[in-house]
């Protein structure tokens, strides 16, 4: 079973999201405001005879023509590699410098120094993930771009601790969760012919948990950012409903700064919480990305 085929009743254009589908993903790198400006980063393009063009909805994410792999700027950690719509999260969370902030998922880094840069590298940011290989990625991707302000903790997210921390709860969570990532097919096409109902149900429950246990670690007035790169809602919006009907939160609206969707409030019989309609989704038709889908909470005791 193709799941793309399941997903088809939930787009507004079924033949351009196939298309999209079945594109390559553009190459795109986001400027590491800690060690750089978007100027400075693009006059050394110019000067490696790199060429690229500047994402509409984000001003530090640049698509280019080739890879930056070998490129001074990204040797210098100036900018890193990261699918354009993967930093979506990190800018809706919006965290201030100071603040403390909790990634549950973090390895292997993207949107762990994204939001250290949005911090301008002050506070306290906790990367925690539950493998221990994936976090020398983390390592090496923070260390690269200079990053100071990270605690790196290895935990199951679904039972976290703050005991090892001298505080007792986060002002700000992110939960991007594992998930049966069918987004990723323009970069990883493989990812459909592995794609089964049963991972579908199998990862619903880790999805449930660690997005419960991001509420209850985030002071009340927080915010916690949930985040996939699938299409199923079954790990999307039913995760949400599940939440908000078990712990003291409310969704949010929020400007994404890009086309989406709304959340659907109704699959194959079930029907969810009418607020997960203020989640947003992103399918590779509208921006020419990934697949994508977020949502915002407001811990509300």
Not at 35 to 45: H, I
Not at 139 to 150: I, Y
Not at 210 to 228: D, P
Not at 265 to 283: F, M
Request: contains cysteine.
């Amino acid at each position: 079973m193709n799941p793309l085929d399941r997903y088809e009743p939930l787009v507004d254009d079924r033949e351009a999201f196939r298309e999209a589908c079945e594109r390559p993903l553009p190459y795109a790198v986001r400027v590491n405001t800690i060690k750089a400006t978007v100027d400075r980063v693009t006059r050394a393009f110019d000067e490696a005879g790199v060429g690229y063009e500047s994402v509409d909805w984000h001003p530090a994410l640049l698509t280019l023509d080739g890879k930056a792999g070998r490129t001074w700027p990204y040797f210098l950690g100036w900018v890193h590699g990261q699918e354009e719509v993967s930093a979506l999260p990190a800018s809706v969370l919006d965290p201030d410098p100071g603040d403390r902030v909790w990634d549950a998922c973090a390895a292997p880094g993207s949107k762990t120094t994204q939001l250290a840069a949005l911090m301008d590298d002050r506070g306290t940011l906790v990367g925690n993930d539950n493998s221990l290989g994936r976090l020398s990625a983390l390592r090496h991707n923070a260390e690269r771009l200079g990053v100071t302000d990270l605690v790196v903790t290895n935990q199951d997210a679904r039972n976290f601790s703050l005991k090892p921390l001298d505080f007792d709860e986060f002002d700000r969570a992110i939960v991007d969760a594992p998930c049966s990532c069918e987004g990723t097919c323009r970069k990883n096409p493989t990812v459909l012919d592995e794609w089964t109902l049963d991972h579908v149900h199998q990862v619903v429950g880790i999805q449930k948990g660690i997005l419960r246990r991001a509420v209850q670690a985030t002071r009340e007035g927080g915010s916690v950012v949930y985040s996939t790169c699938t299409f199923a809602p079954e790990e999307n919006e039913a995760v949400l409903d599940h939440v908000l009907d078990s712990e003291d939160c409310r969704l949010v609206e929020f400007d994404p700064s890009l086309e989406t969707s709304p959340g659907v409030t109704e699959w194959e019989g079930q029907e969810y919480d009418p607020s997960v309609e203020l989640a947003r989704r992103v399918y590779p038709h509208q921006n020419d990305t990934g697949g994508f889908f977020c949502a915002k909470l407001e811990v509300t005791g």
